[in-house]
């Protein structure tokens, strides 16, 4: 790839030296000079074919010194090099063109949509927002200006400002952003909790529900807070609609709920609750749940029964290595038992792992947006094994 995109750095110079050339011949008909021009092309692309990017990008700023028409060119090659990671040498070519006093306005706003491009692709966040800000008066570009400077507040965690963007774009362009905007007031109320500011975060998740009424994560972080402010039975209503509306995301509430109803004397109903949701909608991440408040508030034994019968039910790779961790004790000494269970449990740990349906980046935890390509909401609630198992 890389060899190729140098070859598209070679010819795209020749190309337009070749446009060039036929110019030269029609103006030396007429009795004008065009050697000037195609003698800096052929030196930036000897600078190219020799590694030496830097002279190339010097001797292509002399052809547009010598034909202002070339824009196109070096707009060509400062996305090139943007793509071939060499965001240093993007900048300085769109730079260039930006400060150019007989640059069109037109061309002068395509320049600095690019030059934001690149300080986006080289991590200065600061600088790219400036660029992508001074875009915003200009109606070609403020859509995309909008797009750029969501993803850069999202990036820096400035979620008041993404929700301000978010919603212009809703304005402005009748972009749908319902439920990146109320994870973004959950992202605020996560923030506030952490900050022991209980009202922000009450104030955050009212308006995440009032945004989208369907957010699982605003009902999970309101019984969360519910919980902290000693309010029991409101945590538990928040957590029933969920288990009620969504089971999908059963694994995420189940035992926050049961340690609720246990809380408030109803254990007996806890663990019914518990059980019935594995017989319904079993999953591994349930099943650890499960297990381990039967094991805490009846027997390791009756724990043990449950596992071993959910396993007939459901096999799972990923069971089977809970099981064999649970007699761990018995199996002491046994070296075939250990070493069988050394192997499973290198086979379960890249099971045991969540993957967005968007890119495929694979997580140890549960995330709302993912880590690899940002999306929101796009992993499933389930282990790969599970996935996969489908």
């Known amino acids: 790839m890389i060899e190729l995109e140098l070859w598209y750095l070679v010819l795209l110079p020749l ?4 446009g060039w050339w036929l110019r030269g011949v029609d103006a030396r008909q007429r009795g004008g000079d065009g050697d000037s021009g195609p003698r800096a092309y052929f030196r ?3 600078y190219l074919l020799n590694e030496q990017p830097d002279k190339a990008i010097d001797a292509f700023i002399e052809v547009v010194r010598l034909d202002p028409e070339t824009v196109d060119l070096h707009f060509a090659l400062g996305n090139l090099f943007r793509r071939r990671g060499e965001v240093d040498r993007a900048v300085r070519i769109h730079t260039h063109l930006l400060n150019r006093a007989d640059l069109p306005a ?3 706003a395509e320049a600095l949509a690019e030059l934001g491009q690149d300080f986006l692709k080289g991590g200065l966040l600061d600088r790219a927002e400036e660029s992508f800000t001074r875009l915003l008066d200009e109606p070609r570009h403020r859509t995309d200006a909008l797009r750029a400077l969501l993803r850069i507040y999202q990036m820096e965690r400035e979620w008041g400002k993404a929700i301000e963007i978010a919603r212009r774009l809703e304005r402005e362009a009748g972009e749908s952003s319902h439920a990146q905007v109320a994870h973004f007031h959950c992202e605020s109320a996560e923030k506030a ?4 500011d209980e009202d922000g975060a009450r104030t955050h998740l009212e308006q995440a529900m009032k945004v ?7 009902a999970i972080l309101a019984g969360d807070l ?6 029991g039975e409101e945590a538990i209503d928040h957590w029933r609609r969920i288990v009620e509306l969504n089971p999908e995301y059963l694994p995420l509430v189940a035992g926050r709920l049961a340690d609720a109803l246990d809380a ?6 806890a663990l019914n609750f518990l059980r019935r949701s594995l017989l319904d909608h079993p999953s591994i991440d349930l099943l650890d749940i499960v297990h381990g408040r039967v094991a805490a508030w009846e027997t390791p034994a009756a724990a043990d029964t449950l596992l071993r019968d959910e396993l007939q039910r459901h096999p799972s790779l990923l069971g089977f290595e809970r099981l064999l961790a649970s007699r761990a004790g018995a199996a002491f000494g046994d070296a075939p038992v250990e070493q069988l269970r050394a192997l499973i449990q290198a086979q379960a740990r890249k099971l045991a792992r969540y993957r967005c349906s968007k890119c495929g980046f694979r997580a140890r935890e549960f995330h709302w947006q993912c880590p690899g390509c940002t999306s929101w909401d796009s992993y499933p609630p389930r282990r790969i094994e599970e996935l996969d198992a489908q």
Do not use: T
Not at 193 to 196: P, S
């Open 264 to 269: 408030a004397g109803r254990r007996a109903e």
């Open 193 to 196: 909790l952490a900050d022991k």
């Open 212 to 218: 989208n009424r369907k957010s699982v994560r605003a």
């Open 226 to 231: 519910a919980v902290r402010r000693g309010q």
């Open 15 to 18: 190309l337009f030296a070749a």
């Open 106 to 108: 037109r061309s002068r």
């Open 44 to 46: 930036g692309l000897n």
